[in-house]
């Protein structure tokens, strides 16, 4: 006798909610620590990532630090629809340092559904005016220095961090 079974990762905007908190408590603790970004800008960020994300069009998003236009550190949050066996962590870890000449520089990625007409009809929810960027995001100035994952049901966000 055999058996198959079939498990299908489901998630609800709640779900997706709960993550994008801890992301943007993340977000509030760089622009803090750095000084580098206001607490409303870090919000407009994390406002934008959320309606993107409920939409399904957000891929990534990378924060990196510069210091004189030399990357210092910078973390890459991958978002996963199929995060259900990973195990969450609480937001935070170390400190961003205050640097000469911050800068801090997010970019964003999008699905594949994040078509042009998908474009134009959210440009209306979001905060920020998004512009296309062919900006380095590898970070091979700097050396992976951790993670986290935030968690819940199956949608999840895998953070990859990286510091000189």
């Not at 977000?27 to 800008?41: F, H, N, Q, R, Y």
């Not at 924060?63 to 949050?77: C, D, I, M, P, Q």
């Not at 205050?98 to 929810?125: C, F, H, N, Q």
């Amino acid at each position: 006798m055999s058996q198959t079974r079939t498990a299908s990762a489901t998630y609800t905007v709640v779900d997706i909610e709960n993550v994008v908190r801890r992301v943007k408590a993340d977000l509030v603790m760089i622009a803090d620590s750095t000084g580098a970004w206001t607490p409303t800008k870090a919000a407009d960020y994390a406002h934008d990532i959320e309606v993107l994300a409920k939409a399904g069009y957000l891929a990534w998003v990378d924060v990196t630090l510069f210091s004189n236009g030399t990357e210092v550190k910078a973390v890459r949050f991958d978002v996963d629809t199929d995060a259900g066996a990973l195990t969450t962590s609480r937001p935070g870890g170390v400190l961003w340092p205050k640097v000469s000449g911050a800068y801090l520089r997010i970019i964003l990625s999008y699905t594949d559904a994040y078509t042009s007409a998908a474009r134009e009809a959210m440009k209306s929810k979001l905060t920020i005016g998004w512009v296309p960027s062919s900006d380095d995001t590898s970070h091979s100035s700097l050396t992976s220095s951790g993670g986290r994952n935030y968690i819940s049901n199956a949608y999840g966000v895998q953070r990859k961090d990286w510091a000189a």
